[in-house]
């Protein structure tokens, strides 16, 4: 019996000193950095799915106001601040003795020796934006000890406090995980959408190819597709999904999913800790396509090509379903946010064998839609002629409707066996624009008569068939169009284009993304032996635009010894700025939410007095000068 006890006693606390740890991290080692010991509220969480890249930490509330206290969430030394326009804004890094670091982001200030070191080295490289490295203990902090004053700096859409705890690889975790009594959380999940989509060509969902979203009826946590849903061949399931804590409204990400096929764990995905090197990866964990299509994310529950993330414990056949005629295949999935609260969603499929003629209506935004290898076609059925013929340099393929329904045809073309330029259905001829086959993971080059395309080894997280034409529209204005931005883009992708139209000044010239017509987005680029040479990190259409229009500079206030500006442009934007005084260089801060720059003295007790100059110039090279002597 004393040995049973004594085995009890030591799997207790041993038990114990493992739900204790995370990490190997003691749940009790941080503070929280935020009115620690009061009730806080989050509208971000780690792990979160953003548009590019999974969110690293928590989003913390402060009420809409900037200027709460940031206190040290454990002791250790300051070993980087970062000060930008974007991003972080600023931001203080901070390294703990058990090998963690703790990230403090979009502060509105430091506490006044952080301050007073970056300032002292702002000075020194002469600029606002700063990357520091203190040494090593030179700024010591205290656990519970000021660090700065929470803001809305940098990338922030709002006040708030970006906190993140990072391991002694700089990976990033899941503060949650390490357990904070001042957040509390007994929300499960929700789900509100699952979709289907076919993995191949021969793969049909309900009859039919392609990708298809299906709504769930709530019963508490649990959520259920009513209907049975026909499936021939293999498909790969996506949820939209969110989870709530207690007291915020906001949509914060769903870290574990675990999905059963007939009782069997097949899929399991657990967003434990984040590589900063894998952060593009989210373009390929979620739909990147759905997402640019609806503006919903779609977390897949299987891995896509060229997915390297290592979240995904447990993928049988890569996640990927096989359905055959008549299995009846039952589907679970459980999910569950940091704090174990739990959902689940079911629905069951029904093995069918694919058929020609199908009775369900077919859905057509557009005459031709592309997903993954597959083109598909769309023609309006006739009582005669149902056939289309593609072409290409090679010859032409002629195609009957690899189904159909009473009103419409469906073509079905595998791009990796014909890569069609025109398809022609009654004799009228549409032009496709297909340009190449471009593979992922080997460099590539696409050679035009007017345009060139150079990807690298990196520039792609799987094959895509490349859709791309340069030309003048009916108003002369240059047109590059290089694919829409459905597919997602691993790195840059490198363009040459000759321009076709006829320019006077061609050098103050530059490239700009077009895909949203009212808003030009300066790329830039370089002009160079009667061609333009840029870089772009998503597909979409260019055009070249002269903007001779100088940076706009107007004085808010002087007042304590502080002159202050708003800085616009209109169209390239902002590049940089410099002040001067007497000849000497002055620190201007910049916050361009608000377009506004303030100047800042080493010596706050020498007065503001003298020839003051600011210069502002743009991204195509303008430039305004302000000058005032200041008396």
């Not at 779609?298 to 379903?321: C, E, H, P, R, T």
């Not at 005629?325 to 739990?342: C, F, S, T, V």
Request: one cysteine or more; charged letters at 25%.
């Amino acid at each position: 019996m004393k040995s049973d006890k004594l085995l009890i006693f030591l799997f207790f606390i041993l038990s114990n000193s493992v739900f204790a740890q995370y990490h190997g991290i003691d749940k009790d080692y941080f503070d929280f950095p935020i009115k620690p010991d009061q009730v806080n509220f989050l509208s971000g969480t780690m792990g979160e799915l953003r548009s590019s890249h999974f969110h690293a930490g928590l989003d913390i509330k402060t009420s809409g106001k900037e200027g709460l206290k940031v206190y040290t969430s454990a002791a250790g030394y300051v070993s980087r601040i970062r000060i930008g326009t974007g991003g972080y804004g600023n931001c203080v890094y901070v390294q703990h003795p058990n090998g963690t670091t703790t990230v403090y982001a979009h502060l509105q200030n430091f506490n006044p020796a952080i301050a007073a070191y970056a300032l002292k080295e702002q000075y020194k490289r002469k600029s606002f934006a700063v990357n520091l490295f203190p040494k090593r203990g030179a700024l010591k902090l205290n656990q519970g000890e000021i660090l700065g004053f929470s803001g809305n700096s940098g990338s922030s859409t709002g006040p708030h406090l970006h906190f993140e705890i990072r391991g002694a690889n700089q990976e990033v975790l899941d503060p949650l995980r390490i357990g904070f009594s001042e957040i509390t959380d007994n929300i499960a999940p929700a789900v509100q959408k699952v979709a289907i989509k076919a993995m191949n060509i021969d793969t049909r969902i309900d009859g039919q190819f392609g990708r298809f979203e299906y709504d769930l009826k709530r019963s508490g946590n649990n959520f259920i597709v009513n209907d049975t849903i026909d499936i021939s061949g293999e498909i790969g399931l996506e949820l939209y999904t969110f989870d709530q804590l207690n007291g915020a409204p906001n949509k914060n990400g769903v870290p574990l999913i675990n999905l059963y096929v007939n009782n069997e764990l097949y899929f399991d995905q657990d967003i434990d800790s984040i590589n900063f090197s894998q952060q593009k990866n989210i373009k390929i964990h979620t739909n990147y396509q759905a997402q640019k299509e609806s503006r919903r994310r779609f977390n897949k529950l299987y891995v896509d090509d060229g997915n390297s993330l290592k979240f995904y414990n447990q993928a049988v056949n890569d996640g990927i379903i096989k359905v055959s005629p008549g299995e009846i295949i039952a589907i679970k999935g459980e999910l569950k946010d940091a704090y174990g609260n739990e959902s689940t969603i079911q629905m069951t499929l029904r093995g069918k064998t694919k058929i020609e003629k199908i009775a369900s209506k077919i859905s057509t935004k557009r005459d031709t839609y592309i997903q993954d290898n597959t083109l598909m076609v769309f023609t309006e059925r006739d009582s005669l002629l149902n056939n289309i013929t593609l072409y290409n340099q090679m010859g032409s393929l002629p195609m009957e409707p690899t189904y159909f329904s009473e009103e419409t045809n469906v073509y079905l073309v595998d791009l990796r066996k014909f890569l069609p330029q025109s398809v022609s259905f009654k004799n009228i001829s549409t032009p496709l624009h297909f340009a190449d086959r471009i593979p992922a993971a080997n460099a590539h080059a696409f050679l035009s008569d007017t345009y060139s395309l150079s990807f690298s080894k990196t520039s792609l997280f799987d094959t895509v068939y490349i859709r791309a034409r340069h030309f003048l529209d009916k108003d002369d204005t240059e047109i590059f169009e290089v694919d829409e931005d459905i597919y997602p883009l691993k790195g840059a992708i490198n363009a040459e284009f000759q321009p076709l139209g006829e320019y006077e000044d061609l050098e103050k010239y530059h490239v700009y993304n077009i895909s949203n017509p009212r808003r030009p987005s300066f790329v830039g680029g370089k002009y160079k032996d009667n061609r333009f040479e840029f870089s772009f990190g998503s597909f979409g259409t260019y055009t070249l635009i002269k903007d001779e229009e100088a940076p706009e500079i107007k004085r808010r206030s002087l007042k304590n010894g502080i002159i202050s500006f708003t800085i616009k442009d209109s169209l390239s934007g902002i590049n940089s700025f410099e002040a001067k005084i007497n000849g000497k260089w002055i620190l201007m801060k910049y916050e361009p939410k608000r377009s506004l720059i303030w100047s800042e003295r080493l010596d706050k007790n020498k007065p503001l007095i003298g020839e003051f100059e600011l210069r502002v110039s743009d991204n195509a090279g303008n430039e305004s000068i302000f000058k005032q002597k200041i008396e």
